[in-house]
């Protein structure tokens, strides 16, 4: 797992997530994290993208005190589920609204003033006039978001990508509006490509000034639009729960809503209706469609004894079942919480990019101020300085900058989780980019983690039927793994008597007179009775096999053999030979024998093995491998490989029910299919490179053009629709994540 920042000296106890509104660029989210982190022993994390705050703080404090901080520094902030300081929705039709008049004015306006400016013979009196009454409303109304975002700045002594627009809109206004009122110039105007334009074409920027208004209005709503699709992705999570539920009471079935369904309860689920809870069937037989929430394509077989996940759909039967966790314990609750929580950490790049946003204001405002005076002292014309500088103003703002990692991540999270791979944080897309070598443990990742009975032999007098009536007899009344395989693959036999368990060895009882011993063949020679030759051939043959080798005793000697193994999964070596494809190396991981282990490992086509291993030392192992220079992904399933998960730069649980609860995993995976596993490191990597794509684009965007601005090579029109323009494709690269297919 990647390495953590070291926590201060006093750790904050409580957790909130806060509603932060006002927010309009990554800026506005780090002078956020800012105000709150002034505060003593708080900790803050505020994300953009998804207008959240997740703040950590001492119980001493006073959660309102974090709330006014916030407002103090000229946001809105309210307590998340209690209410929202804006509607996304609602501000999205506020965009529409000033979008829609922007636009209904502004192409009117371009053609008019272009046309009147470039052709003198069409102007009539007043024309200026015209222009600015129709330029107005936009800058005042349309692009007052922007203005109110650079006051409140103003007012707090800070900056933000605001200003930069506020500044060009405003300057471009002011400019035009002075050369309307006092009076255009007489000289020739700019130089289009085949001429100077005539006397006054260069005095008005308002087509200039509502242009950008227009262009920076519909990035911004397409930009606004995008993220709640990328956050909907999230939403759909928690849209698959059900609402209500048919709970079996003493007097009939109670249809109640979710909240009043406890654990232990038994609930009736119809056909069509979804599962309300995770649990275990009690009784009828049915077919469940789980693939919303694991991502298996083919609907599950389910009966008395079978777990049910919430979420999933009953197809057909009445089933009821006995609710074992609920609410925010159901595997489907902690999918979503999970999800979102991988929002809270955020990724080296994201940092990165948050530290740029927060000085890059402040030094572009300078440059526009140097490239102003630079033109000027250089003789230019004061329209040619004033075009360069606006110019500057528009290009630099850093919106694609502010998008690039949240999109990004919000889409990657939401589309893993419909696949069945919970992303816990930014920190394991990292991960991910430098790993080349993944460690399976064995029991569970890469077989079943049950056994099942393989092959019964039989010795001397004694039937391959009788033998296993006999192993059966004994092992009804133990709890042991192998018992229960032996148990379930034989027919209905009566419990032994007198039965004794012999922890390490096996068990031993009394079988319709007869002493009967079941288990190694250590157990076999402590009972003082010899194996022969062929009886260790067997036993050697079918271990060669991955096989755990059982014998039977009867009345003092061999009756027969029995092999149990946990069966490999059927994926596993699909799943196996697409992670070779992604150049990665595979290592097993086993606490077994190495005869079993290289059985398995030849199976699923595994080239090395870490036999005898036990789970104290599995973490020990992946450290030995990290010190050969190894980056190492580990993937286990249960809480005896918790320290390996946490040391492995990357961990990932093959979890089922509660065990998504494992703090240990960077990734974990939920869908019954070790080819879930190539899928995770493959989307990881992805989301990765779409992130730095996205910031290798936005910021090298930037840093191009600025030269040009400053150098007048760019017009602010085409600057305003370059910069938007901007925003948009970095958000449509992030939503293409949501085509991510398994398995290519």
């Not at 037989?285 to 759909?313: F, H, K, M, W, Y």
């Not at 490992?601 to 990290?626: C, F, M, N």
């Not at 979890?655 to 493959?682: F, H, K, N, Q, W």
């Amino acid at each position: 797992m990647s390495a953590q920042t070291a926590a201060p000296a006093a750790t904050p106890t409580r957790h909130l997530d806060l509603a932060v509104g006002g927010m309009t660029c990554a800026a506005c989210a780090a002078r956020v994290e800012r105000s709150l982190g002034k505060l003593d022993g708080v900790r803050a994390t505020v994300n953009y993208a998804t207008e959240r705050a997740t703040v950590h703080y001492p119980p001493d404090l006073d959660p309102a005190s974090l709330v006014a901080t916030i407002e103090r520094a000229g946001y809105t902030a309210s307590v998340r589920g209690e209410s929202s300081p804006e509607n996304r929705d609602a501000r999205i039709r506020d965009l529409r609204r000033r979008l829609i008049v922007a636009a209904v004015l502004a192409v009117p306006l371009g053609n008019l003033s272009i046309t009147l400016a470039l052709v003198p013979s069409l102007r009539f009196p007043l024309w200026e006039l015209v222009c600015l009454l129709l330029a107005t409303p936009v800058v005042f109304w349309s692009a007052a978001p922007f203005h109110r975002a650079a006051l409140r700045n103003l007012r707090h002594r800070s900056s933000s990508m605001d200003t930069l627009v506020s500044l060009g809109v405003l300057a471009s206004y002011l400019w035009s509006a002075a050369s309307v009122l006092i009076g255009s110039g007489s000289e020739a105007g700019y130089w289009i490509g085949f001429g100077a334009t005539a006397p006054g074409a260069d005095s008005v920027y308002l087509d200039v000034a509502a242009g950008v208004t227009t262009f920076l209005l519909a990035g911004r709503y397409f930009e606004a639009r995008s993220r709640r699709g990328a956050a909907d992705l999230l939403g759909a999570l928690d849209a698959l729960a059900a609402k209500d539920v048919r709970i079996l009471r003493a007097d009939g079935e109670v249809l109640a809503g979710i909240g009043e369904l406890a654990a232990g309860d038994r609930f009736v689920v119809r056909p069509g209706e979804k599962i309300a809870a995770d649990g275990t069937v009690d009784s009828g037989l049915s077919t469940v469609d789980v693939s919303a929430i694991t991502g298996e394509p083919v609907p599950a077989e389910v009966g008395p004894g079978n777990r049910v996940i919430g979420g999933s759909v009953n197809l057909n039967g009445r089933l009821v079942v006995r609710a074992e966790a609920v609410g925010a314990r159901s595997q489907l609750a902690q999918m979503s919480a999970l999800a979102e929580r991988a929002q809270e950490r955020k990724a080296a790049v994201q940092r990165l990019a948050d530290r740029v946003c927060a000085v890059f204001v402040p030094v572009v405002s300078a440059l526009a101020l140097l490239t102003l005076a630079g033109w000027l002292l250089a003789g230019n014309p004061v329209r040619d300085a004033f075009g360069a500088a606006v110019s500057v103003l528009i290009i630099a703002c850093p919106c694609a900058l502010g998008l690039a990692t949240p999109t990004a991540l919000m889409v990657g999270v939401g589309r893993g989780a419909q696949l069945g791979i919970l992303v816990k944080g930014p920190d394991a897309l990292e991960a991910s980019r430098t790993v080349d070598t993944v460690v399976l443990d064995k029991t569970g990742t890469v077989t079943q983690g049950r056994m099942t009975l393989a092959e019964t032999r039989a010795f001397g007098s004694f039937s391959p039927a009788e033998v296993l009536r006999l192993a059966a007899a004994v092992e009804a009344s133990s709890e042991h793994p192998i018992a229960a395989a032996i148990v379930v693959g034989a027919p209905v036999a009566l419990p032994a008597a007198e039965f004794e368990a012999l922890p390490g060895l096996g068990a031993r009882g009394v079988v319709e007179g007869t002493t009967v011993a079941v288990g190694r063949p250590r157990l076999l020679a402590d009972e003082g009775i010899s194996v022969g030759p062929e009886v260790e051939d067997v036993v050697a043959s079918a271990e060669a096999g991955g096989a755990t080798a059982v014998l039977v005793s009867a009345a003092g000697e061999v009756a027969g053999m029995l092999a149990v193994r946990d069966e490999v999964k059927p994926s596993a070596r699909a799943a196996v030979a697409q992670l070779h494809r992604l150049g990665l190396k595979t290592v097993l991981l086993t606490g077994d024998n190495e005869v079993t282990a290289q059985a398995v490992a030849a199976e699923v086509g595994i080239p090395e093995v870490l036999a005898g291993v036990l789970p104290s030392e599995k973490a020990a192992a992946v450290s030995a491998l990290q010190g050969k220079g190894h980056r190492v992904a580990m993937v286990g399933d249960g809480v005896n490989d918790a320290p390996a998960l946490a040391t492995a730069d990357l961990g990932l649980a093959v979890a089922e029910g509660t065990d998504l609860a494992l703090r240990s995993a960077d990734i974990i995976l939920v869908r019954d299919d070790l080819s879930v596993l190539p899928d995770a490191i493959r989307l990881a990597q992805r989301t990765l490179r779409t992130i730095r794509g996205n910031l290798v684009w936005a910021f090298g965007y930037n840093v191009a053009a600025l030269p040009l601005a400053a150098c007048g090579l760019l017009n602010p029109l085409i600057a305003g629709a370059a910069m938007s323009l901007s925003s948009v494709l970095v958000v449509a690269n992030s939503l293409r994540l949501r085509n991510f297919a398994p398995g290519r």
